[in-house]
Structure formats: structure tokens, C-alpha cells
């Protein structure tokens, strides 16, 4: 396992503090955003062909995920599984705070894991073999 990334980014809008782990592979995260305005938009991307898990365990926000041709409009205390080969999405603050957890396992870490799992994660599974953009469920998980 690697040390702890810790970082603490300030800008005109709020604070982002983040917090990394890495091992295997698999890589977690912990971020806390503190906005000074609710009309706060942020924007994300990644190349990384990975699956996320992603705990959202304070605040509302929307997001737009392009991949997937989706918005979601959530509220704290939801989580769920997406994979898309890249991964570009925006979100809307709906609140003050928020505070999130994620999980990225790379696609084959995640097969590998999986192989035995339940029917619903066995097709979701297909579906990242076969590299398609796909969330585990439309209705967030609380």
C-alpha cells in the first residue's frame, strides 16, 4: 500500500480536501468540498479505464454523466458502481458541503472479483468486458 496523498486545494469558490490510498492497483479516495455558493459547478474527467464505486456520504448535487448520456440528482447517503472507458461529468452543488468516497479498480481487478458475484453483478459485468458505458442501477442505493 502507498502513503497516504493528503491535499488541500483553495480557490475563489471553496476548498477541496482529498485523501488517496493505492495498492494493487486499486486506488481510494476521500474528498471534502466546502463551497462558498450553491451555484458551485465542478467538472471531472478521467482517461482511465477503470470501474468506480462511489459513496456519496454528504450533501445534494447533480450530475451529468457523459458517458452515459445521464443526469442524476442526488442527495447524501447514496452510492453506486459505473464504468465507462473515460469518464467526464459535471456536477451542480445543492449544497453547502459535500463529501464523498470512491473505489477505482482497474477493469480487469474488477472481473477477476467478480467472476463468482450474484446475477445483476455477473451482467454488469459483461457489460465492462465488453466496454460499454453502464451504471449498476438507476435508482442510487442508500
Given at each position: 500500500m502507498t502513503t497516504p496523498s493528503y491535499q488541500e486545494t483553495e480557490t475563489e469558490s471553496g476548498t477541496r480536501k482529498s485523501l488517496s490510498w493505492e495498492f494493487d492497483g486499486i486506488r481510494m479516495g476521500h474528498a471534502v468540498l466546502t463551497?462558498?455558493?450553491?451555484?458551485?459547478?465542478?467538472?471531472?474527467?478521467?482517461?482511465?479505464?477503470?470501474?468506480?464505486?462511489?459513496?456519496?456520504?454528504?450533501?445534494?448535487?447533480?450530475?451529468r454523466y457523459k458517458q452515459l448520456d445521464s443526469t442524476f440528482d442526488l442527495v447524501g447517503g447514496h452510492h453506486n458502481i459505473m464504468y465507462s472507458r473515460e469518464f467526464e461529468m459535471t456536477a451542480i452543488h445543492?449544497?453547502?458541503?459535500?463529501?464523498?468516497?470512491?473505489?477505482?479498480?482497474?477493469?480487469?481487478?474488477?472481473?477477476?472479483?467478480?467472476?463468482?458475484?450474484?446475477?445483476?453483478?455477473?451482467?454488469?459485468?459483461?457489460?465492462?468486458?465488453?466496454?460499454?458505458?453502464?451504471?449498476?442501477?438507476?435508482?442510487?442505493?442508500?
Open positions: 463551497s462558498r455558493r450553491l451555484t458551485e459547478s465542478t467538472a471531472a474527467s478521467s482517461a482511465t479505464d477503470v470501474v468506480r464505486l462511489h459513496f456519496g456520504l454528504k450533501g445534494n448535487y447533480s450530475f445543492r449544497t453547502l458541503e459535500l463529501e464523498t468516497f470512491g473505489v477505482q479498480f482497474p477493469k480487469d481487478t474488477f472481473l477477476r472479483f467478480t467472476e463468482s458475484a450474484t446475477d445483476l453483478l455477473k451482467r454488469f459485468g459483461d457489460r465492462v468486458y465488453r466496454g460499454e458505458p453502464v451504471i449498476f442501477t438507476e435508482d442510487w442505493g442508500r
